[in-house]
């Protein structure tokens, strides 16, 4: 699975969701969300769940700049 998207946050607030889906059967979600101090988070379940937070993408200097994020989740070897 390949996500990509571009984002442009205008604030750094509490868990801002960029892409959030869960189903309603366990271990199937993936969630892409920017933290208040400016770290992305992505949380994805399967066979082995993880959280993984990256290290500050937006600060208050960069805040309303346009930014590529892309992500690549690996489920059969549950990589990303």
Not at 7 to 26: C, G, M, N, Y
Request: hydrophobic letters at 40%; charged letters at 20%; proline letters at 6%.
């Amino acid at each position: 699975l390949t996500l990509a998207c571009w984002v442009r946050p205008t604030s750094l607030k509490p868990w801002q969701a960029i892409f959030h889906t869960d189903q309603f059967e366990p271990n199937r979600k993936l969630h892409l969300t920017l933290m208040e101090d400016g770290r992305l988070l992505v949380a994805a379940s399967g066979n082995s769940p993880v959280d993984i937070f990256f290290k500050p993408t937006f600060s208050a200097s960069t805040l309303s700049h346009w930014r590529h994020i892309a992500l690549v989740l690996d489920g059969d070897n549950q990589t990303l």
